[in-house]
């Protein structure tokens, strides 16, 4: 699971890819159900406009968990998106292409989420579903 997540050697076919984003929901709710639970232990305030309010020393715990999933999601999500792009037969370098307006995150969502690998093995790797090389 843990080099699954957190690195990015080798490659992964798109199965193994979305199963990666149904962890980040699952993630999610599971920080969602901590942060509830401890709302009810280290009560804050909720401010005339309805947001949640936490200040001083009682912020610390809220503040661990929040930045420890934002680093899980932001560490895994960079190596999962690598492991695709290298399935794809390309540099992991190409996950930048997020950061272009308009077209970037439609290019990722087809690229590393609809798209098929490379048959066969590539220089990352055997491909990850066992297909042979495609030979003409």
């Not at 992964?12 to 639970?37: N, P, Q």
């Not at 899980?72 to 540099?91: A, L």
């Not at 950061?99 to 990722?108: C, H, Q, R, S, T």
Request: glycine share 14%; aromatic share 16%; net charge positive.
């Amino acid at each position: 699971m843990t080099a699954f997540l957190f690195s990015s050697d080798g490659r992964i076919g798109r199965g193994k890819f979305w199963s990666a984003i149904l962890y980040y929901i699952g993630a999610s709710i599971i920080v969602g159900l901590l942060l509830f639970v401890l709302w009810q232990i280290i009560p804050g305030e909720i401010t005339a406009e309805g947001s949640y309010n936490v200040t001083g020393a009682k912020s610390v715990p809220y503040l661990i968990i929040v930045f420890g999933y934002i680093i899980f999601c932001i560490w895994s999500g960079i190596c999962i998106g690598v492991k695709r792009y290298h399935d794809r037969n390309k540099s992991g370098w190409w996950l930048l292409i997020q950061f272009v307006p308009l077209i970037g995150a439609a290019w990722y969502f087809i690229e590393a989420g609809c798209l098929r690998g490379t048959a066969g093995p590539n220089r990352f790797g055997p491909d990850p579903l066992g297909t042979p090389a495609i030979t003409a």
